[in-house]
């Protein structure tokens, strides 16, 4: 039998309350686990919603700096014929060996000058021939004669300038006669002179093409005059800064023209051969060749911008030809067997920076050959005393084939372009 006490706490009323308890602390207990599991998963949610927001952010930030992902490019191209390729500066690189060099024989060619046929001269290393330019960043075309012609058909082109403008015409027509026939019968000169020294015009006709190649002898580009009156007896001659050559309406009628000067822009071309500067009326006894030089590339601009043809005529302008004279009076020259290895302060020029300078100012395009720091390494390819006088050096110069023909490949793959190269 149950006692009292058990019967008591067992009675239905007991019972009734003991549920209410427990039913009480099950809630409370439930709630209490609910609410714990409830605040971690919003803890939860909370990281990996931080961690999405991290991710985006970081996304957003890559795709700012970087728009698009551009794949590594083994080589860019220069320019070729037809070709939408980004531009590069080739005047800049270095000189490789490449025995496919050179693009013609001098000796075969009648518009080579003998005095710049080395090896018929009596040179005897031919490796100076065998250098190809090669820029950091790109390739300048291969020379394609066949194209070349074709796109030049019924063109005009124009070389100004000075003896080193001449060599360069000399090479850019002794490379495009390696693709005509009959070399004799569709390549003269228009008015059967030969080629000299002194003669200030020269034109070459490529009959079959209707391609016409000119070069004007103009050292200074302005015009060169007499003493005038009561000038002192040192002045011999002037140079006249601000009247452009005489000849200078005939250069207009040109696809191409490409001007070059300063080997003439020295003091023993000028002030030891009592040649002066001026401007108008006015004798600049004491003007520097510097300024003067500046002054006469500044009428050069100046009647570039209101006497030539923008919407026909390309403009280029060669800066200054490095050259490798030593010794105090630059009158030695050591023409070496290789190409120096290090520029040694050939790259530049006082010349081509006022070029560079003037051209930037200008309106009109104007397309700067850059050759002075490619020209630097060349100790080895000028004339020496490989000229058609052996008793005077020349270190200013160069034998063709040579470097001049570098200079046609990278002008004649930029008369073929649109845009040209930088």
């Not at 602390?25 to 998963?41: E, G, L, P, W």
């Not at 800066?319 to 105090?328: A, L, P, Y």
Request: glycine share 6%.
């Amino acid at each position: 039998m149950f006692s009292r006490f058990e019967v008591e706490h067992c009675s239905p009323s007991k019972l009734r309350k003991f549920h209410e308890r427990v039913s009480s602390f099950s809630d409370r207990f439930a709630k209490s686990r609910c609410k714990h599991y409830v605040s971690k998963s919003i803890s939860s949610l909370f990281v990996i919603g931080l961690f999405l927001w991290f991710f985006l952010a970081m996304v957003c930030t890559h795709f700012f700096y970087f728009p698009r992902y551009q794949p590594p490019v083994r080589s860019n191209r220069v320019h070729q014929s037809g070709d939408l390729v980004p531009k590069c500066n080739v005047f800049y690189g270095n000189w490789i060996p490449d025995e496919s060099y050179p693009l013609y024989n001098a000796t075969q060619c009648p518009f080579a000058e003998r005095g710049f046929d080395c090896l018929a001269n009596g040179r005897r290393d031919g490796g100076y021939q065998k250098w190809r330019w090669k820029p950091k960043n790109c390739e300048i075309p291969r020379f394609n004669v066949h194209e070349i012609l074709g796109k030049l058909r019924g063109k005009r082109i124009v070389f100004v300038g000075d003896s080193l403008s001449r060599t360069q015409w000399e090479s850019m027509i002794c490379m495009l006669m390696q693709g005509v026939q009959d070399k004799r019968r569709d390549v003269y000169e228009i008015n059967g002179n030969k080629i000299t020294k002194r003669i200030r015009f020269l034109g070459v006709l490529f009959s079959s093409y209707n391609l016409r190649i000119d070069y004007y002898r103009s050292v200074f580009l302005v015009q060169p005059g007499s003493s005038p009156r009561r000038a002192p007896k040192r002045v011999k001659s002037t140079v006249r800064l601000d009247k452009l050559e005489d000849m200078s309406n005939e250069w207009i009628d040109s696809d191409f023209l490409i001007f070059n000067s300063g080997h003439w822009w020295t003091p023993t071309k000028l002030f030891d051969m009592g040649c002066y500067f001026q401007a108008g009326q006015s004798l600049k006894l004491g003007m520097g060749i510097t300024s003067a030089f500046r002054t006469a590339l500044e009428t050069w601009a100046s009647w570039l911008e209101t006497s030539v043809n923008r919407n026909r005529t390309r403009v280029f302008f060669r800066t200054f030809e490095s050259s490798h004279w030593i010794g105090r009076n630059r009158n030695s020259c050591e023409v070496t067997r290789r190409p120096w290895l290090k520029s040694k302060g050939k790259d530049r020029s006082w010349i081509s920076d006022i070029i560079i300078d003037v051209v930037k100012k200008m309106t009109t395009p104007v397309t700067v050959l850059h050759v002075t720091p490619m020209g630097a390494f060349r100790s080895d390819a000028h004339v020496g005393t490989w000229s058609d006088d052996r008793s005077i050096t020349d270190c200013s110069h160069w034998c063709l084939p040579g470097v001049p023909d570098t200079w046609n490949e990278i002008l004649l793959s930029m008369l073929l372009s649109k845009d040209g190269m930088e």
